[in-house]
């Protein structure tokens, strides 16, 4: 799973095509068993609504969005009709009631046949927290100049995976010699024993590397590979910023990803480790080919992540791979903005009913847009017709949701 930390990485740091499918299982009749109650935190769900509602709708981009429904649509068609399509999100519905939206997406030519596709097809659902919670934000892949073997300034190994860590969900194991294990060691540990790496980098892109999750590496022949997350060392996320400041090595105004550069390149090795020690969560990676280079990196459902079209979302409340709507604001998206997301990615920091993350690309340029994100925002989820109308029907306590304000 990318562990792509948002560019709230940059608040974590303040504070903290493919091959043709195989052939679709035959859709069933709509399921007529009761939908259960979902574990679900308190969250609220209004009753379908109409597309004409939908800020924008008439004018707001499809043609990528809809490509990024596409690439969900594959992993969706792998798996058995009969699932819910998310366990922890039993309203919206199965598998087999996907299926035929799945199918008929690619019979869109342009934006106006897309919309119109989508229009006969889904229902738009808003949802709302009831405490009247809302934040969406931005994240991006960064890209790095890195090197073959250490040459300075480039000489911090990007870690690959290690052959001693035993998965084990959030608490890795470490197996020892003796054919024991103990829980992972932490990043000041396992950077005094050495790691195997991938490439080398500046010390301090390395660092923001392991907070993003996940990256681009530039090698000086041209050669650009994705540093794709494996695992972390089961370790929580401390702030090296707030560190810097409580110890007067920096001042507020230099608590950025710049600032911090400037400063390690500054102090030197020795203090530089010293600081990155603060934070005792450390970051594996694996090295794939570039691939699309106009995609991102593959997100919690196992697809790339197509910019200003997927978006990371709660997934103890949310299914991956539905599409979204979403109005927010925010400076990088040239002020008022409305569109089309695909909730394909998910987060440690995404929390709640009406939270998402928008991916914005790869670059300095799409992190300092996506930096300019932090605002509240509506939500709708696209749910298929009879989806849509089951769940209209339905007792919505009964899904763990508290009904919305009609």
Not at 144 to 151: D, G, K, L, N
Not at 235 to 240: A, G, L, M, N, W
Not at 322 to 350: C, K, S
């Amino acid at each position: 799973m990318l562990r792509r930390l948002l560019l709230l990485a940059s608040a974590c740091v303040l504070a903290a095509c493919q091959s043709a499918p195989p052939p679709a299982p035959a859709p069933r009749p709509a399921p007529t068993r009761p939908v259960e109650q979902a574990p679900l935190p308190p969250a609220a769900i209004e009753r379908p609504a109409s597309f004409r509602e939908l800020p924008n709708w008439e004018t707001a981009p499809i043609e990528l969005p809809l490509s990024a429904f596409k690439r969900s649509c594959v992993k969706l068609k792998d798996r058995s009709s009969g699932d819910y399509l998310a366990s922890v999100a039993p309203w919206a519905g199965y598998v087999a009631e996907w299926l035929p939206a799945c199918n008929l997406v690619d019979d869109a030519v342009d934006d106006e046949s897309a919309r119109q596709i989508l229009e006969s097809l889904f229902t738009p659902v808003e949802i709302i927290d009831p405490a009247g919670k809302s934040r969406f934000t931005g994240y991006f892949e960064p890209l790095y100049e890195a090197r073959y073997t250490p040459t300075p300034p480039f000489t911090e190994p990007v870690p690959a995976l290690p052959t001693d860590l035993v998965p084990n969900g959030a608490s890795p194991k470490q197996r020892l010699r003796n054919g024991g294990t103990r829980p992972y060691p932490a990043r000041a540990d396992i950077t005094t024993n050495g790691v195997s790496a991938i490439a080398y980098a500046h010390p301090a892109d390395v660092f923001f590397l392991q907070i993003q999750g996940s990256g681009r590496l530039r090698f000086p022949d041209g050669r650009t590979v994705r540093a794709a997350y494996a695992a972390h060392n089961g370790h929580p996320f401390k702030s090296t910023a707030n560190w810097l400041m409580e110890t007067g090595r920096i001042t507020p105004g230099e608590a950025s990803m710049q600032g911090i550069r400037a400063w390690m390149d500054r102090a030197g090795p020795i203090e530089t480790r010293l600081a990155m020690n603060q934070n005792p969560r450390f970051v594996f990676f694996r090295a794939l080919p570039e691939g699309d280079p106009n995609l991102g990196p593959e997100g919690a459902q196992g697809v790339p992540l197509t910019p200003l079209s997927s978006m990371a979302v709660d997934t103890d409340i949310h299914p991956l791979g539905v599409p979204m709507y979403v109005q927010t604001t925010a400076p990088g998206l040239g002020g008022d903005w409305a569109g089309m997301l695909i909730a394909q990615d998910t987060g440690g920091a995404i929390k709640g009913a009406v939270r998402g993350d928008l991916y914005f690309g790869t670059g300095v340029e799409a992190g300092e847009r996506a930096g300019t994100m932090n605002a509240p925002g509506r939500l709708w989820v696209f749910l298929p017709k009879g989806v849509a109308e089951r769940l209209e029907q339905t007792d919505i306590a009964a899904l763990g949701f508290q009904a919305g304000s009609p």
